[in-house]
């Protein structure tokens, strides 16, 4: 089954609707209670823009509950965010301890088996995560990409990393960028989606929503789901 997450163009549009998530960071009563908001039907197509994991409570039930909505035949189509790929280089290191230490730092122990190892089906499952996926009008992907460099879509790292970049209106021609990674203000997301921008932002920093940057007009600690089709923002607050 984890072979089947790879990207690909679509160009005809679902018959359900097509809706995105960024950034859950382990944040899975968040990712329940807005999932039951939108009312997610196995017509529709759902995508992820990475970082499932990492810093929020509950790591192992976010990839467990995703995973056990692909075996239901629900269209969930996640992506590789910076923090799996961190964790896959953590995993791949000899020394176990070095691995511990991340895992206790991002309070993320809760990905471990019986022997104390990253359970084989987590590994699996990031290690077949895309990059980015295509569709007719939309690129989807963590970070954004690097429009600096002759092949954007074969800059990998940029695409987990990258955080100022400028969009190429020839690159992307009539296609937006949906993009996760940078906790961004939900002031700003929504200006981005009402005014349809060329790249919009969808990482409202839920796990931070002890942090909330005292500047005026700047909100944080919010899981978002964006519409493509209606540009409908559904969001949901923190809830552990």
């Known amino acids: 089954m984890f072979n089947e997450f790879r990207p690909f163009y679509q160009l005809n549009k679902p ?6 998530i960024s950034d859950i960071h382990g944040c899975y009563g968040t990712l329940l209670d807005l999932i039951q908001k939108i009312q ?7 995508f992820f ?3 499932f994991i990492d810093r929020g409570p509950l790591s192992a039930a976010v990839l467990d509950y995703i995973l056990n909505l692909h075996e239901l035949g629900f269209q969930v189509h996640p992506s590789r965010g910076n923090h799996e790929e961190m964790l896959l280089d953590s995993a791949k290191l000899d020394a176990k301890n070095t691995l511990m230490q991340y895992l206790d730092f991002n309070n993320t122990k809760d990905l471990l088996d019986a022997r104390r190892e990253i359970n084989a089906k987590y590994i699996k499952f990031m290690e077949n995560l895309p990059y980015y996926y295509e569709l007719e009008d939309f690129f989807l992907v963590h970070a954004g990409l690097n429009f600096n460099c002759k092949a954007p879509l074969k800059a990998y ?4 990393w990258v955080r100022d970049f400028t969009p190429n209106k020839h690159f992307l021609k009539n296609r937006k960028l949906i993009h996760g990674h940078t906790p961004t203000s939900l002031n700003i997301i929504k200006e981005a989606i009402y005014n349809a921008y060329s790249v919009i932002p969808l990482d409202n920093g839920c796990v931070f929503y ?6 005026e007009g700047y909100e944080i600690g919010n899981l978002l789901c964006l519409d493509l089709d209606t540009f409908e923002l559904h969001i949901q607050p923190y809830n552990d």
């Open 15 to 20: 018959k359900g609707r097509r809706l995105v």
């Open 40 to 46: 997610l039907t196995k017509a529709d197509q759902l």
């Open 49 to 51: 823009l990475g970082d």
């Open 157 to 160: 790292d940029d695409m987990l």
């Open 210 to 215: 002890q942090n909330v940057v005292a500047i």
